[in-house]
């Protein structure tokens, strides 16, 4: 099941491919739907997005898919989500930090996005919607903190535009050049590893912190 995954993350634009020849226009469902539960529930970060949206926009570009419905759906997805995601993390409060690390829900991830968010404040919506992981954490922690929902709005809304619009238009516009459609495989492994990066400093950095204390 474990290598499935991955060779979904390594081959996406083969199992995209395939979607869109077995499914046809359902397959604007099944974007919408992985989008929404990677941004809209804590217990599924590990879901593609920003691979993920540059494939699809790749796609529009060869004519597969209408890269207006995907400006409208996947933004609209996202934004649907991280609502779901703040009216949860409001309902269950700063009690979720007493929890204990499940197989489904990872206080560490929880405790490293609340130090992101208090780091920088209300912009964490938009910054963290380019870093996997913390994107699905964000919004969960904005809602526990009580952050003003008028602000989280419009945040939210900044954050999905700039995200989806970039990946999207990315793919579209640069997808299907020849080097990078030949080297598809590796563009994507650029895309994860370029988006984990930030985390991953912002991770060593705090460590970093706590050793010199």
Known sequence: MIYKFIDIFIHL???LSQAI???GGWTYLILFLIVFC???LVVTPFLPGDSLLFAAGAFAAAGSFK???LLFLLPLATIMGDNLNYWIGHGLGPKVFNYEKSRFFNREHLERTHAFYQKYGGM??????FIP???TFAPFVAGIGRMNYGWFLGYSLIGCLLWVGIFVLGGYFFGNI???KRNFTIVIFAIIAISVLPAF???????LSIRKK
């Not at 964490?124 to 919607?129: C, G, K, L, S, V």
């Not at 400093?201 to 460590?207: C, G, M």
Request: glycine residues 6%; positive net charge; aromatic residues 20%.
């Open 13 to 15: 634009d083969k199992y």
């Open 21 to 23: 020849s077995d499914y």
């Open 38 to 40: 990677e941004t809209g």
């Open 67 to 69: 890269l207006g419905w």
């Open 124 to 129: 964490t919506i938009i910054y963290a919607r």
């Open 133 to 135: 992981i913390i994107r």
């Open 178 to 180: 020849p080097m990078v």
């Open 201 to 207: 400093i912002h991770y060593y950095k705090h460590k």
